[in-house]
């Protein structure tokens, strides 16, 4: 499997602009590929990944809190990747961001 698919690092910077805290929530970003705009989530890891650690948001993580974090994510090799994504919920459209490259 690993000849077919390549790892995306995303580094991100966030911040809690509402009200209630948000810890150890999973971040919503997605990596975007394909002709069809298929959304694949982050990787999650059991042991610590040290390059990448793709970890939930840090407890606490109330109002006016920032944090800096980097995702893992395994695209196929047979398809493009275009853009990545937040989507906080399924029926609100996703906000991109384009110029992603393989690690």
């Known amino acids: 499997m ?3 698919v390549a790892p995306y690092f995303v580094t991100y910077t966030a911040e809690n602009v ?3 805290d948000l810890a150890a929530a999973a971040m919503p970003l ?3 590929y ?4 298929a959304l694949v989530a982050a990787s999650g890891f059991a042991a ?3 390059p990448c650690p793709s970890t939930p948001l840090p407890t606490p993580f109330g109002p006016g809190a920032t ?3 980097c995702l893992v994510y395994l695209a196929p090799n047979d398809q493009p990747v275009a853009a990545v994504a937040f ?3 399924d029926d609100v459209a996703p906000v991109t961001w384009g110029a992603v490259a393989p690690r």
Do not use: V
Request: proline letters at 0%; glycine letters at 22%.
């Open 2 to 4: 690993a000849d077919q």
């Open 18 to 20: 509402g009200d209630d």
């Open 30 to 32: 997605f990596l975007g």
């Open 34 to 37: 394909g002709e069809e705009g």
């Open 48 to 50: 610590t990944f040290e």
């Open 67 to 69: 944090t800096e974090g």
């Open 87 to 89: 989507q906080a919920t």
